[in-house]
């Protein structure tokens, strides 16, 4: 085989991967191959935590948040995905997913009542992790949105997470997260133009 014949190859080979993954720096756009719907999601998610030290010494519970875009042949669907996990030891984080089957967003204090769509990928259709799990133990929830509400995430300086009653559990924004406002806010305007804000006039 010579050298042109191998290139020709290496391309063809090369373009059914490139067709199914598109991915920025902010944004990230993916064929499931289980359920041939497109999915696409912000790179970076937001981190929101609470501290737990009366429970434990040092214990920390943390709220990953980040946009899903299902695509399924022009019906759009959104959600918001969640990874909950904790410090504490797996043995005592039997708790972990108490308080999350309802919980309120607030957007610059502006509340969004959130309900879980269910805690497992074909719950929103798909049949390959979405997000990277922050940490093996995390559980995934999944919450139906609008573009229109997570818009109002993205924009928001102060963003609050409350889950469960009697004692609420109550999650703040870890500092300095440009880079996850960035990610959601090119989320937004892939929804609502088609394409990145980088690209619109």
């Known amino acids: 085989m010579n050298l042109r014949m191998s290139l020709a190859v290496l391309i063809i080979m090369a373009l059914p991967a490139a067709g199914c993954v598109s991915t920025s720096v902010l944004i990230e756009e993916k064929l499931d191959m289980g359920t041939g719907v497109t999915v696409t999601h912000a790179t970076a998610p937001i981190v929101l ?5 009366a429970y434990a010494a040092h214990a920390r519970d943390y709220v990953y948040l980040g946009p899903v875009q299902i695509n399924r042949m022009g019906d759009y669907s959104y959600f918001l995905w969640l990874g909950i996990w904790s410090t504490i030891s797996d043995a005592d984080r039997s708790y972990e997913r108490d308080g999350f089957e309802s919980i309120t967003l607030f957007a610059d204090g502006e509340p969004l009542q959130l309900e879980l ?7 929103i259709g798909v049949s390959e992790p979405v997000y990277v799990k922050p940490v093996a133990s995390a559980a995934d929830a999944y919450y139906r949105v609008t573009i229109d509400q997570i818009r109002l995430i993205a924009n928001a300086r102060e963003i609050e997470l409350h889950a469960g009653t009697a004692p609420v559990k109550v999650y703040l924004m870890w500092d300095r997260q440009g880079s996850a406002h960035a990610s959601m806010r090119e989320f937004v305007d892939r929804g609502l133009y088609g394409t990145t804000a980088l690209n619109r006039k």
């Open 49 to 53: 935590y609470r501290d737990n030290s």
């Open 117 to 123: 769509v269910g805690w497992t990928l074909e719950s």
